[in-house]
């Protein structure tokens, strides 16, 4: 399999991008990114693009691809629906659809967020975006929703109030992942249940924790 992999310098596409890496059926991986993801491996290429929705001139670079795994996602905090869409359901949709123009038997995985069945304004986008996800005609397709994540070793989340959470819950977050695992992943469960999606072997198209934590063990 040969993989498209999106955000792969934050917390949870690095923790994918390690495990697409260790995975013997996955061939090639292509990163995509606004700046470089800091790993070299003989399976990795990397593809800068300071604007993303500014991908027409690199288009016969994402051609043979099988799969995408989407963990590229900014924070809603201060933004209003309209810049918040862009970023997250016009940015995604725009790629999605492009790379199965590009790749017809593409399969794809997003990763979205526990509580976007919720009311709250950053839920009602990414909860449009994972249906608009769903009506496409992927080979395989399927969106993760982790909630409480424990970052692998040497990974961190740029998010500063998320990271000081990690940072003070560390010495429990282990027991937290064995006793709440509808609350709690790892992740490098929740790279293994993205590229199950990918593969075809996951048994749903949302995926919650508990799910992520089966799929993804």
């Known amino acids: 399999m040969k993989l498209i992999i999106f955000g792969a310098t934050g917390m949870v596409g690095s923790g994918t991008l390690r495990e697409a890496l260790l995975d013997p059926d996955v061939e090639a991986v292509l990163s995509v990114s606004r700046r470089p993801c800091g790993v070299q491996h003989a399976k990795l290429q990397e593809l800068l693009l300071p604007d993303l929705f500014d991908f027409a001139s690199v288009e016969p670079q994402l051609r043979g691809y099988d799969a995408c795994v989407w963990c590229l996602g900014v924070s809603s905090v201060g933004m209003d629906e309209a810049a918040y869409a862009r970023g997250t359901e016009e940015l995604t949709l725009v790629w999605a659809r492009a790379l199965l123009r590009l790749n017809p038997e593409l399969s794809f995985c997003y990763c979205s967020a526990a509580g976007a069945d919720g009311r709250a304004m950053w839920a009602r986008v990414r909860r449009r975006l994972e249906d ?38 560390r010495p429990v977050f282990p027991l937290l992942a064995r006793s709440f695992p509808a609350f709690c992943t790892t992740s490098e469960r929740l790279g293994r249940a993205m590229l199950r999606v990918v593969q075809g072997r996951a048994d749903r198209f949302i995926l919650e924790s508990i799910d992520i934590n089966r799929v993804g063990a």
């Open 132 to 169: 608009a996800l769903k009506a496409l005609p992927f080979r395989h397709a399927g969106c993760v929703r982790p909630a409480m994540i424990q970052p692998g070793p040497g990974i961190s989340s740029r998010v500063k109030l998320y990271q000081t959470f990690i940072n003070l819950g």
